[in-house]
């Protein structure tokens, strides 16, 4: 598995292929919970407007703040959004922008298999909720994710492959990025990794049951607000 290539600088197993993906992963800020948050009558916006009605929060893609919300409405900055209470994307005020991954990373994860690239970003997205004191409010979705990395891993199989092995370094430097990033892009990358999916298809990206672990998730970090900072030492320990 990846991740062992990661912590015990193992290549990958033979019975993991290496194979390409179609389409590019985009970090985006959760891109991949809903098709359009902002579609006024979609059932994720319902979702969303539901999860809203029972926090603190002002908007649906204020939820989560700051882990797990939307990016940041460039409106609402203005003093301009017209969607007011109705807007996915964050209202609440954000320190800087998240980080994301440059080109070369973007194609790093672009030739991994969909196993391999959630064997890489899955065990990132646990520790950094672990170090956030919220293991406990993520270990729904973070379980589903791993059950799904068997699951492709079945599914690769069948397509082949012959992409190139990354180096460790390669792999080190990925790590040093990925663990840069908050829950939202680190999730935003494991749900997209849904084999022969579209990645422009955001609502079908995963079943059901992920999407509505993702959504559990987003109104149970408002509810438990993140008090503490990563531990960078553990993650960077983790990744290098």
Known sequence: MMES??????L???QMPWSHVESLVKAEVCGALASRTDVCGSPEAEKCEQLTQASSLPNPGSIGHPELCRRPCIYFAEGKCVNGDKCGYCHCPHGQRPAHLDRRHRELLRSLSSAERLSVVVPLLRL?????????????LVGLLEHKIKEYASTDSLHGGGATVPSMAQLAKLGTALRK????SLLGLSLRANPGKDQDQEGDAEGADVMDAVARLRLRLEQAPVTRRPDQDNLQHFCL
């Open 128 to 140: 950094r909720c672990d170090s956030l004191g919220l293991a406990a409010e993520a270990s729904e």
């Open 12 to 14: 990958p197993s033979e």
């Open 5 to 10: 290539a990661l912590v015990d600088a193992k």
């Open 181 to 184: 990033m908050p829950i939202s």
